[in-house]
C-alpha cells in the first residue's frame, strides 16, 4: 500500500482543516488506518485510528471531541477532520497502514504500522 497525505495548511486558532490520505492498491479496505503527527523537537504521537471498517475509532486524549478519522473504501481515502484547532495541533501528520488485515485493533504505537505517507504540515498560528 502506498500512501499520500495532503490537505495541510496554514489556518488560524479555532479554525478547521480536513487531511486526506490517498492509497495505491486493491487492499486499502483491508488495512486499519491511523494518523499521527510530529511536533519539532518532540516525539511521533499517536493522534486516530480507524478499522479496515470503519466500524471503530479510537483518539488520543488531546484531540478527543475535535477531530474525526473516517474513510471512504470505494474512494481509497482516509480523511481526518479537525475542528477547533489549537497551536498545540501545529506538526507534520502522517497516515499509516496498521502491519496486519483485517484486524479489529486500535493501536497507538506506531511500531504496529507498516506502510507510511510522506506528511503533511499543519500550522495553526494567528
Known amino acids: 500500500v502506498q500512501l499520500q497525505a495532503s490537505g495541510g495548511g496554514l489556518v488560524q486558532p479555532g479554525g478547521s482543516l480536513r487531511l486526506s490520505c490517498a492509497a495505491s492498491g486493491r487492499t486499502f479496505s483491508s488495512y486499519g488506518m491511523a494518523w499521527f503527527r510530529q511536533a519539532p523537537g518532540k516525539e511521533r504521537e499517536f493522534v486516530a485510528a480507524i478499522t479496515w471498517n470503519g466500524g471503530n475509532t479510537k483518539y488520543a486524549d488531546s484531540v478527543k471531541g475535535r477531530f474525526t478519522i473516517s474513510r471512504d473504501n470505494a474512494k481509497n481515502t482516509l480523511y481526518l477532520q479537525m475542528n477547533s484547532l489549537k497551536p498545540e495541533d501545529t506538526a507534520v501528520y502522517y497516515c499509516?497502514?496498521?502491519?496486519?488485515?483485517?484486524?479489529?485493533?486500535?493501536?497507538?504505537?506506531?511500531?504496529?504500522?507498516?506502510?507510511w505517507g510522506q506528511g503533511t504540515q499543519v500550522t495553526v498560528s494567528s
Open positions: 499509516a497502514a496498521d502491519r496486519v488485515r483485517f484486524s479489529t485493533r486500535l493501536p497507538g504505537q506506531d511500531s504496529l504500522y507498516e506502510y
